[in-house]
């Protein structure tokens, strides 16, 4: 089983639709979670880190199932400016409890259409 | 905004030359990475470094070489480049905290003829 799993995509959707990006990972002792948002030919950019309670911003909501290893993000009412590539991130340990490799998924494309 | 550079931006260089990607960060992180991106592709971890004169290599075995005398400085270079050295690479930097953002440069677009 990969470390970082992702919905393959790509995605297309209206302008207005509301869009769910899933991922699973394997460590059960990772201990932080992030989604970033890479634009074509740029670098990534964090859009949110994942709580345990959940979080939301905006028009984006994340969410964190540790007992399914299963994080999720929620867009809606999607514009065309969310098109891009989303990824998920997870920052596993070691047994010495350190984090310092974050493990990237392969990432979901999004394009809004018009 | 980030304050982690990278340069150069674009280099197109011939096969057998030495080159070295320049990754420079302000933010006084401990923490620093180089990964490797193909278009349209996943990120792999090439290699990283939690502290001057600490380096690893990362998941993705790398015909690179990087070093660490500084904390703000993180260059990678490639002795003798070839084609299947063309890429992207893209230098990030990450604070200490557990939930630390991890910032990424620009990114270096690598092209060997």
């Known amino acids: 089983r990969k470390e970082v799993e992702q919905d393959p995509g790509p995605f297309n959707v209206p302008e207005g639709a509301t869009v769910a990006f899933n991922c699973t990972y394997s460590n059960s002792a990772s201990q932080s979670f992030f989604w970033y948002r890479q634009d074509c030919r740029k670098e990534p950019k964090l859009l949110m880190s994942v709580y345990s309670s959940g979080n939301e911003d905006g028009r984006f909501t994340a969410q964190l199932n540790r007992a399914s290893q299963y994080i999720s993000l929620l867009i809606r009412d999607s514009k065309l400016s969310d098109s891009a590539t989303y990824l998920c991130v997870v920052n596993p340990t070691n047994s010495g409890g350190s984090n310092y490799k974050l493990t990237f998924g392969k990432g979901t494309l999004l394009t809004v259409n018009p | 905004e980030a304050d982690i550079y990278q340069t150069p931006r674009y280099l197109v260089i011939g096969t057998g030359k030495k080159i070295t990607l320049e990754c420079s960060q302000t933010m006084g992180h401990d923490k620093m990475y180089w990964y490797q991106q193909d278009p349209g592709m996943e990120l792999h971890l090439i290699h990283y470094s939690y502290g001057v004169n600490s380096t690893e290599k990362g998941d993705l075995s790398s015909e690179s070489t990087v070093s660490r005398i500084r904390t703000e400085h993180f260059p990678l270079t490639l002795e003798s480049a070839r084609p299947s050295h063309t890429s992207q690479y893209l230098c990030?930097?990450?604070?200490?905290?557990?939930?630390?953002?991890?910032?990424f440069g620009e990114g270096s677009r690598l092209t060997v003829l």
């Open positions: 990030a930097s990450k604070g200490t905290s557990k939930y630390g953002e991890l910032f």
